[in-house]
């Protein structure tokens, strides 16, 4: 899962406020890896973190969270003693809103832990890298570590049914250097549903394909969602349960139908080719975009080309700005855009840019996404 910088013209991000302000961000280490501890508190230090306690059981890490109060922990999931998906929840009732980082090996039963975990009230996961991937994998994995442990640890618990973004608080919201309009859904009813998420995308993607279960989805549906090689396999399989739609990773040369989901395989961008009446999968290997792969600006700018106006994307929760490029080609080819409102995401900077570009015809809570897809796919939105 690998996170986005910001270029030098972008607006800040949480962890740049932090930096700037001195508020050190605390953090909590929980592995049963001596190792493993010593190394994430060097890194963390050097970052400016402060690390407030290292735990080597979830039990240990139960019993201190309270007393060192801190605003992020890093959890690993096969401890002894107790392992973390059992630790999370007793975490999260000492210490309510607290962000909690899943640090697991890449492996398919760690992959379905962490997306429990995730269901379950984790802020998100990071895998560690495996020491045969070379030190290109251990610099990733200590930028990607680093930058959610600032940002999350600097967040405020995202809001359950806020209220819709009305246009004046998106003036208000935006600088006087962006345009706050929000552009006219497209006239020509959609063909196709394009979805990109980061942070906390998984618990997102769950609550919208739940609450647009048993209803026609007549369009095919795909998704990049940020994260590596057998967790995507997992997330299509969970949001499958979700919805009862079909849901599996995209494979090269699939031809997508009507009422199925697809998701960015890890670890490589999903393009569509072919036509809006036979379109075609395509897998491919090139170098990240925005420091992802997969990554949504790819998807969005090649469903675009083929589908014009027929295009509806949603940008949901995550951090950095990929997919808001991709954003504006769909808005700017004629498609619709809805984004995630900043109160109900975990982290507003993937919507936040798509916002700031100008791209959105909607920018709803959470609650109120799937309602707005529905219609829109029927024809009614306005």
Same mark, same amino acid.
């Given at each position: ?8 013209? =972008?607006?800040?991000? $949480? ?8 508020? $050190? ?7 049963? !890896?001596?190792? *493993? ?9 050097? $970052?400016?973190?402060? *690390? ?23 959890? /690993?999931?096969?401890?002894? /003693? ?12 000492? @210490? ?6 899943? *640090? ?5 039963? #760690? ?7 995730? !269901? ?9 890298? #495996? ?5 290109? &994998?251990? !610099?990733?994995?200590? %930028? ?14 995202? @809001? ?8 004046? =608080?998106? %003036? ?12 006219? +859904?497209?006239?020509? %009813?959609?063909?196709?549903? =394009? ?13 919208? +394909? ?11 549906? +795909? ?6 090689? #057998? ?9 499958? &349960?979700?919805?009862?739609?079909? &849901?599996?990773?995209?494979? #090269? ?10 998701? &960015? ?16 999968? %395509? ?11 997969? $990554?949504? /600006? ?12 027929? *295009? ?59 309602? @707005? ?10």
């Amino acid at each position: 899962m690998s996170i986005q910088r910001a270029d030098a013209h =972008a607006p800040q991000t $949480a962890a740049d406020t932090a930096s700037e302000t001195g508020a $050190a961000v605390r953090a909590m280490i929980v592995d049963d !890896s001596t190792v *493993v501890r010593t190394q994430l508190r060097r890194w963390m230090t050097e $970052a400016g973190i402060e *690390v407030v306690s290292s735990a080597r059981t979830g039990r240990q890490a139960v019993d201190d969270v309270k007393r060192v109060a801190p605003d992020v922990i890093l959890l /690993d999931i096969e401890m002894p /003693d107790m392992t973390g998906l059992e630790a999370l929840p007793l975490l999260l009732e000492a @210490k309510p809103g607290i962000s909690i980082i899943m *640090v697991s090996s890449l492996t398919r039963r #760690n992959a379905e832990i962490s997306i429990r975990c995730l !269901s379950k009230g984790a802020a998100d996961c990071i895998p560690k890298p #495996n020491m045969t991937q070379g030190p290109d &994998a251990l !610099s990733d994995f200590k %930028r990607d570590l680093i930058d959610k442990v600032k940002v999350l640890g600097t967040r405020r618990a995202p @809001k359950r049914g806020a209220p819709e973004f009305g246009r004046t =608080a998106l %003036r208000q919201l935006l600088t006087p250097s962006v345009s706050p309009a929000l552009r006219p +859904f497209s006239r020509t %009813r959609p063909k196709v549903l =394009a979805i990109g998420s980061s942070t906390g995308g998984p618990q997102a993607l769950a609550e919208v +394909f739940r609450s647009m279960k048993h209803r026609p989805l007549n369009v095919p549906v +795909f998704i990049t969602q940020h994260m590596p090689p #057998n967790f995507t396999a997992v997330l299509a399989e969970h949001l499958n &349960a979700a919805s009862g739609f079909p &849901a599996q990773e995209g494979a #090269n040369g699939v031809h997508a139908r009507p009422g199925h989901i697809y998701v &960015a395989p890890g670890g490589h961008h999903m393009l569509v080719t072919g036509t809006a009446a036979e379109p075609v999968i %395509r897998i491919t290997d090139e170098p990240p975009v925005n420091y992802c792969r997969p $990554a949504v /600006d790819p998807l969005f700018a090649s469903l675009s080309a083929i589908y014009g106006p027929a *295009v509806l994307g949603v940008v949901l929760t995550g951090m950095g700005q990929d997919g808001a490029r991709g954003a504006l080609d769909i808005a700017q080819g004629g498609g619709s855009i809805i984004a995630q409102d900043e109160a109900t995401s975990v982290v507003w900077g993937m919507p936040g840019h798509t916002v700031k570009l100008g791209a959105c015809a909607a920018v709803l809570p959470l609650s109120e996404i799937a309602p @707005k897809i529905l219609s829109t796919l029927a024809g009614s939105a306005s």
